[in-house]
């Protein structure tokens, strides 16, 4: 929920700015003479500055975007989990709302069918013991 919140302060602060820089274009774009229906009022020399200003808003705009998505993948709910008790080894979809997903919980590793209805414990995969090796240091000491 936390980077939830983030994401959301990171697009209203973008929003902000934006508008910000909008407002302060407008009294500049006011001022210039008006020079006929085909240039869209600007003149002809401010239509490159007029198209360079965009693009370079659209590269910032892509780029923050950008940034958004490595920073989520990156930074994903779940992830911080890991080292726990309980760890997700892996997942699998069966269908639109239905997963298999295969747990580690302390030594042993549990399969888990997750549903509409719930979840559900499909097997539990204990790890065997090296009971030779165990004995054999059992010996030693």
Request: proline share 3%.
């Amino acid at each position: 929920m936390h980077f939830l919140r983030n994401i959301f302060w990171l697009v209203r602060t973008l929003i902000c700015l934006v508008t910000t820089a909008v407002l302060w274009a407008l009294p500049a774009l006011a001022d210039t003479p008006a020079t006929g229906v085909a240039t869209g009022g600007l003149a002809t020399g401010d239509i490159a500055s007029a198209t360079l200003r965009m693009v370079a808003g659209l590269a910032i705009v892509l780029g923050l975007l950008a940034a958004t998505a490595w920073v989520s993948k990156r930074f994903r709910a779940g992830s911080g989990a890991r080292g726990g008790a309980i760890e997700i080894l892996t997942g699998l979809s069966l269908g639109n709302r239905e997963r298999v997903v295969l747990l580690k919980v302390g030594s042993d590793q549990v399969l888990v069918g997750i549903s509409p209805a719930g979840l559900r414990t499909l097997h539990v995969i204990g790890q065997p013991e090296n009971t030779a090796f165990s004995g054999f240091m059992e010996n030693k000491s």
